[in-house]
């Protein structure tokens, strides 16, 4: 099933797309995960793909029906969201959640975008759960999470040590009925 794409306006007025990744796409994703991991904070990666891997990877969750998803701003991917299904079939009914944007994207409403474009996949995915994952300082994400619906379903203290200092990691859960 093909993934739709998305038409916004950013903050700032800026058109923003959200659509399915697709492989022309590499190395902008890894031009902007770099930027991101180099910030040091609320991503779980401590080095960018390789070209190679990317396209891989790429490829990998589109044969198996996941969401890979692109904002394109100003015709470059500055950011991604993606829902990894569960493959064991006791969890085909859950997904897991992962997003980041570049410095570039942030403070400028496509957080909201993102999540309501990953809920519509979701349901029509027909999925019954969604998970996530997120850092207790990222209190923006919290809020955006809380306001959709997310649930907090436990937390790992000082999971993570985050530029010095220990972060705790908030599970979260999305249920679709």
């Not at 997003?99 to 979701?122: F, N, P, R, V």
Request: hydrophobic share 35%; with cysteine.
């Amino acid at each position: 099933m093909e993934q739709p794409t998305k038409i916004c306006k950013t903050k700032d007025g800026r058109s923003a797309t959200l659509r399915p990744v697709k492989e022309s796409d590499a190395k902008d994703i890894l031009a902007a995960v770099k930027s991101v991991i180099e910030s040091g904070v609320y991503i779980q990666k401590e080095r960018p793909k390789t070209l190679d891997e990317e396209i891989h990877f790429i490829r990998e969750m589109k044969e198996k029906d996941n969401m890979y998803m692109a904002v394109e701003l100003e015709g470059k991917a500055v950011g991604i969201a993606r829902v990894l299904r569960g493959e064991l079939e006791m969890k085909k009914h859950t997904g897991l959640f992962r997003t980041w944007l570049s410095s570039t994207a942030q403070g400028q409403g496509l957080g909201k975008e993102i999540l309501s474009y990953t809920l519509d996949w979701c349901r029509l995915h027909k999925l019954h759960k969604l998970c996530l994952t997120v850092f207790s300082s990222n209190e923006i994400a919290i809020k955006l999470y809380e306001k959709k619906g997310f649930t907090v379903e436990g937390i790992q203290k000082e999971q993570a040590l985050l530029n010095g200092q220990y972060e705790d990691e908030i599970h979260m859960g999305y249920f679709f009925n």
